[in-house]
């Protein structure tokens, strides 16, 4: 397999990008961007370290981020299985990439900036649920802001084709595949009580 080493041979290959794909690029939030990603209760959360990249999906039941000023986005770590993948990442090399996500769009609006965590309770306590803060906040200052193309969308048909998860491994199934006496099933039949119980 012969492997591409210049960027002049990749250019070689494509096209000139698209005039409004340039234009549509923003250092800032603009009116409409915030509107866009203040609907969002998705984030995959790209970020890179020593050891390499790591890519996180964020959730909440309402926006997944507070938008602090028109440079500044907040996104509140709530419990998880305490990896800390992507918060080390973030102490260690501070660049981030985020991809919002809204349920029935086929836009997505990706983020690039720079991130730190705080654990300052003036940041923390902005955010509450089930009567809980979470530990840390992740401070995300924008570089760029632009949305997606949305081909990617609707070729996968992601809000349109139903559900595909019937035969998929489950979480348990996961874990045994490492470790062949794992107990998948009771993990499995307590995983979503267990979940549940962290999400905050």
């Keep these: 397999m012969q492997t591409i080493t210049s960027i002049d041979t990749l250019e070689a290959l494509y096209d000139a990008a698209v005039p409004a794909s340039l234009t549509k690029?923003?250092?800032?939030?603009?009116?409409?961007?915030?509107?866009?990603?203040?609907?969002?209760?998705?984030?995959?959360?790209?970020?890179?370290?020593?050891?390499?990249?790591?890519?996180?999906?964020?959730?909440?039941?309402?926006?997944?981020?507070?938008?602090?000023?028109?440079?500044?986005?907040?996104?509140p770590d709530w419990r998880g299985n305490n990896r800390l993948d992507t918060l080390r990442n973030i102490v260690r090399d501070g660049r981030i990439s985020l991809m919002f996500m809204v349920p029935g769009s086929n836009n997505v609006v990706r983020v690039n900036g720079q991130a730190v965590l705080t654990a300052d309770s003036e940041v923390t306590e902005q955010f509450q649920q089930a009567g809980k803060h979470p530990k840390?906040?992740?401070?995300?200052?924008?570089?760029?802001?632009?949305?997606?193309?949305?081909?990617?969308?609707?070729?996968?048909?992601?809000?349109?084709?139903?559900?595909?998860?019937?035969?998929?491994?489950?979480?348990?199934?996961?874990?045994?595949?490492?470790?062949?006496?794992?107990?998948?099933?009771?993990?499995?039949?307590?995983?979503?009580?267990?979940a549940k119980s962290r999400m905050w």
């Design 25 to 75: 690029v923003t250092p800032h939030l603009t009116p409409l961007y915030r509107t866009w990603i203040e609907a969002a209760r998705f984030v995959v959360m790209s970020t890179v370290g020593p050891e390499g990249t790591d890519g996180s999906p964020r959730g909440d039941d309402g926006p997944v981020v507070k938008v602090s000023d028109n440079k500044t986005l907040l996104l």
């Design 136 to 194: 840390t906040v992740i401070v995300v200052t924008t570089s760029e802001i632009y949305f997606q193309c949305a081909k990617a969308i609707m070729r996968s048909g992601l809000w349109t084709r139903g559900d595909d998860s019937a035969n998929l491994p489950t979480a348990g199934a996961f874990v045994r595949e490492m470790q062949a006496d794992f107990d998948a099933e009771s993990y499995d039949s307590g995983y979503a009580e267990y």
